[in-house]
């Protein structure tokens, strides 16, 4: 796992989440660029998930997956972007994105789009270094 340095000053507009302002990491860390992940079971090949909270549980676990293919986990994870059909789910979305990105938190964009990949509610990609 990587060390992450959490970067934070109270000349800038404190998170509001579970986010940090930046982080660092050192420049030994190999980075992985992940694609936006969609809440596709991968099992069937499509997307079952009705609600926006069904679909960003789906969403962390294919994040899961691909981590721990590239033998990393959610800690390793140092930068997110949240792409939202419907900026009102934001706190929907961040209730459960707060369940699993834990303390030193990544840092965090989230975007209102005017639609996602199969009608998707929610993507997220990463940036993870291990």
């Not at 996602?116 to 993870?128: K, R």
């Amino acid at each position: 796992m990587s060390q992450k340095e959490v970067i934070l000053t109270d000349k800038a507009p404190a998170p509001v989440g579970p986010y940090n302002q930046a982080i660092a990491v050192p420049a030994s860390s190999k980075l992985i660029f992940m694609a936006g992940q969609i809440a596709i079971e991968p099992a069937i090949g499509k997307i079952v998930a009705t609600t926006v909270e069904e679909q960003a549980e789906q969403v962390i676990k294919n994040i899961q997956a691909v981590l721990a293919e590239a033998g990393a986990d959610l800690t390793n994870v140092i930068k997110t972007t949240v792409f939202l059909a419907d900026m009102a789910d934001f706190p929907k979305v961040n209730a459960i994105y707060g369940k699993y990105f834990l303390a030193p938190f990544p840092a965090r964009s989230t975007v209102q789009v005017a639609r996602l990949p199969l009608d998707a509610l929610v993507e997220i990609e990463c940036i993870v270094a291990i």
